[in-house]
């Protein structure tokens, strides 16, 4: 061999050498990566997933979060289907604005992996899964009713019961629907009597009500609902400028029998309605007069101490207070008529006495739809049910 | 000569849109470079109709092919709905749906979607009477999004919100003002944050903010009761204000001229220098009070329908009434117009086409919708769009 063959062969010796050992390597390699490959894989699709629901979940109020949750929208690429479920379990723990950013990133998804099957018995699953709170299971429920109309609307008779308000809503609807249907008297009235019962919407409640009025049933709304009647009243205070709003007359920080009013001092005394729907008219009280300002006060009596609804409807400015505190306030005046349940504030009740005070303004408009002074209220548990009260002690 | 020259960068600034992309079309004076058709008409080739999935009374935006609507539906309007419908055939392109974070009861006219949206051609801004504000590309993706009553509980107005945003300088302007707390914002278009916010005079207003633009600058001006105020839309500074009290429903229109017409004592006509720096008020006259709808303005001239419905024209420079058209009404919307006509829907749905290009107007067509419509029409290249609660239109030959 000489020296030019012995370099030849040397070639092809390290030539077969590396070919040997690269396949070796590419082998191991391979095998590696393919164990690895679906760990790495989920471990990513994981990670991404988890800093998605992350940057949805820190969105706060004043645009808090924006800039990780614009970011977090641009790595919706890399999920599919599977994350629909996870991401509507992150809505039981985000607040309204992180629950729209979660909408808006589950439609993302849906449009991104059309191919891939949608998730329905999941989302049945999650629906019907109480542990799950109510707003996120209404908000898969909208899903299902975009994407699989046909089950969601199987879902709605098992609806009647639950304790989300909206979803509860749906099988109320139905059974409106199905009694403005009805073929006989006698089963038009049962299933207005079922809805009037099942219902916690006031709407729906109204409808049910009238109807069976008009079949010559009569309905106690006031307690049905829950409005509170019976109050003690205290007023004129002055209210020039819409000043008094702002104000803090003496009702609002001690408890005396007797404060000096607008035209000199003014008392306590008793106050109630008949009226259905619990509204207390304040100038049958006073005479319609303007620039003035009254304060109400009653005590529920709640068996346990429990979350409630403050659910308040006027036309005025007002206050409202909950065992002295203040639970919200609203400067408006004759922005349209009083309504049940216009403003619904979530407080709380303790076991026992608690004492509900509202401060009720009139301004200084003379327009013939300015004149109400006008305030009613009910209490009721979160899901709309009104709360009865529990025997004074 | 030198008026010419100074006009110039008004007029530029004024015609460099093709879509419609706001409240009263791209110029936010209700004027378009579009034809409307000579004869509108329900059957023609490119007129189509489509049901809608919820209520609504903002208007229609069209941005190239599409043509993009806000509606509400749901138990207490709580669904917010952005509609995408392709512009030929009227059929939906995409629909997202979100939930109303804010308040959204509503006097029984009006709708928690009653903002039109803004486009910048790029992405679509949603407001609604819940104080939500939405911020869509135009295939429908999720940019992000705010709740303004989330952030400040007071901001609603017991008869509902309407006032649209705008698009200026990468910042969307929202006017949220009414009795109780009452705010104006700038917020970042891509991020969403907040650029600047303003506190605002305590009143109930629903008018919408308007782009001022000259030299390609721009400004935005917010209108209230006190009368109304030019900021620099990216840091929300305060340039100048007119104080002189202002409508709290129809909202001011900005002109070709650089002449700023604002509802105020009637209307009142501000001249802009072309910086936009300063103005100096050139008319005032009640006698062009406009009811609901906005003032538009082309080729020197505005026009309002007052709450009698007569269509008054004027000439903007001088304010000198040229002439005056009785409509059928009562009519909420604002008109629109073009070179030669104008266009305007009456609450029964009534579509009432004027004629302008002769010293006697007259209504040359009629179109029933047979529906209630309250908002005013969009324009595409060739069609008129329109909406109702339940119906969107499109009305071409």
């Not at chain 1, 899903?143 to 749906?170: H, T, Y």
């Not at chain 1, 109320?172 to 008297?185: C, F, Y």
């Not at chain 1, 702002?246 to 009226?275: I, L, R």
């Not at chain 2, 107005?157 to 006032?163: E, K, R, V």
Request: hydrophobic letters at 35%.
């Amino acid at each position: 061999m000489n020296n030019q063959q012995h370099a030849k062969q040397k070639r092809n010796d390290w030539f077969l050498f590396c070919w040997r050992h690269r396949i070796t390597f590419r082998r191991k390699e391979m095998k590696i990566f393919c164990f690895l490959f679906p760990v790495i894989l989920f471990k990513t699709f994981a990670s991404v997933e988890k800093q998605v629901v992350s940057a949805f979940l820190a969105v706060d109020s004043h645009g808090k979060g924006n800039p990780d949750a614009v970011k977090a929208l641009s790595m919706l690429d890399e999920l599919d289907q599977k994350s629909i479920l996870p991401l509507l379990t992150a809505m039981n723990q985000a607040n309204p604005i992180g629950d729209n950013w979660i909408r808006g990133a589950i439609n993302q998804i849906l449009k991104s992996s059309k191919s891939q099957p949608f998730p329905s018995s999941e989302i049945k699953d999650f629906i019907q899964n109480k542990e799950n709170i109510g707003s996120s299971r209404k908000s898969a429920f909208e899903l299902l009713q975009d994407f699989r109309p046909k089950l969601a609307s199987s879902m709605v008779p098992k609806l009647m019961n639950d304790p989300e308000p909206s979803l509860r809503r749906e099988a109320v609807a139905r059974l409106l629907k199905q009694a403005s249907t009805a073929l006989s008297d006698s089963e038009t009235k049962k299933l207005y009597t079922r809805a009037l019962t099942e219902a916690r919407d006031a709407e729906q409640i109204k409808q049910a009500s009238n109807a069976l009025k008009e079949m010559g049933q009569e309905i106690n709304l006031v307690a049905l609902m829950g409005f509170l009647t019976k109050w003690e009243l205290i007023g004129p205070f002055d209210n020039k400028e819409r000043a008094g709003f702002g104000k803090t007359y003496g009702p609002e920080t001690t408890n005396k029998e007797s404060y000096p009013g607008k035209n000199g001092p003014v008392q306590w005394s008793t106050f109630s309605t008949s009226d259905s729907f619990g509204m207390l008219d304040i100038n049958q009280k006073f005479g319609e007069i303007k620039e003035v300002l009254a304060y109400g006060k009653t005590n529920f009596y709640s068996d346990k101490a429990q979350k409630a609804q403050f659910r308040l409807g006027s036309k005025n400015a007002w206050k409202i207070w909950v065992n002295g505190e203040l639970l919200f306030a609203r400067d408006e005046y004759h922005r349209g008529g009083t309504r049940v349940d216009q403003f619904i504030l979530d407080g709380a009740l303790r076991k026992g006495k608690n004492q509900i005070m509202v401060k009720v303004c009139q301004n200084e408009q003379t327009q013939h739809w300015t004149k109400q002074w006008e305030f009613c209220l009910r209490v009721t548990d979160p899901s709309g049910r009104a709360i009865k009260q529990a025997k004074k002690k | 000569m030198k008026k010419i020259v100074l006009s110039i960068p008004f007029f530029f600034f004024i015609s460099v849109h093709a879509d419609w992309l706001s409240f009263r079309g791209s110029n936010g004076n209700g004027s378009s470079d579009f034809k409307i058709p000579d004869t509108i008409s329900l059957n023609g080739v490119k007129s189509w109709s489509t049901d809608l999935p919820g209520r609504g009374l903002s208007s229609p935006v069209v941005v190239k092919d599409s043509i993009f609507l806000t509606a509400s539906s749901g138990s207490s309007q709580k669904v917010l709905h952005i509609l995408a419908f392709n512009s030929e055939n009227g059929r939906l392109k995409w629909e997202r749906k979100f939930k109303a974070t804010g308040r959204t009861v509503c006097h029984d006219k009006t709708c928690v979607a009653a903002s039109t949206l803004a486009s910048d051609g790029q992405v679509l801004i949603a407001q609604f009477s819940s104080n939500d504000v939405i911020c869509l590309d135009l295939s429908g993706n999720l940019k992000w999004v705010r709740g303004l009553a989330f952030d400040h509980p007071n901001i609603a107005n017991g008869l509902g919100m309407s006032s649209s945003p705008v698009i200026a300088a990468g910042t969307a302007i929202i006017q949220v003002e009414n009795d109780a707390d009452s705010f104006s914002f700038g917020l970042d278009l891509g991020l969403g944050t907040t650029k600047w916010k303003k506190e605002r005079p305590r009143g109930a207003n629903w008018t919408s903010p308007i782009t001022l633009r000259s030299k390609g600058r721009e400004l935005v001006a917010l209108q209230s009761k006190q009368g109304l105020i030019a900021l620099e839309p990216e840091t929300g500074q305060r340039l100048w204000s007119f104080e002189d009290g202002a409508s709290t429903i129809p909202s001011s229109a900005w002109t070709e001229q650089g002449i700023l017409l604002i509802p105020s004592n009637g209307m009142t006509a501000l001249k802009l220098d072309s910086n936009m720096e300063d103005f100096q008020q050139i008319w005032a006259d009640n006698k062009l009070k406009p009811g609901t709808g906005s003032p538009c303005s082309r080729d020197g001239k505005l026009y309002v329908i007052n709450s009698a419905n007569v269509l008054t024209c004027a000439s903007v420079k001088t304010g000198e009434i040229k002439w005056r058209l009785r409509l059928q009404g009562p009519i909420s919307g604002s008109p629109i117009l073009t070179e030669e006509k104008l266009v305007v829907f009456s609450e029964s749905g009534l579509g009432q086409v004027v004629k302008l290009d002769t010293e006697e107007p007259k209504v040359i067509q009629t179109i029933d919708l047979e529906d209630t419509i309250l908002c005013t029409p969009a324009m595409t290249k060739d069609a008129l769009v329109v909406r109702s609660d339940q119906k969107l239109w499109k009305l071409s030959n």
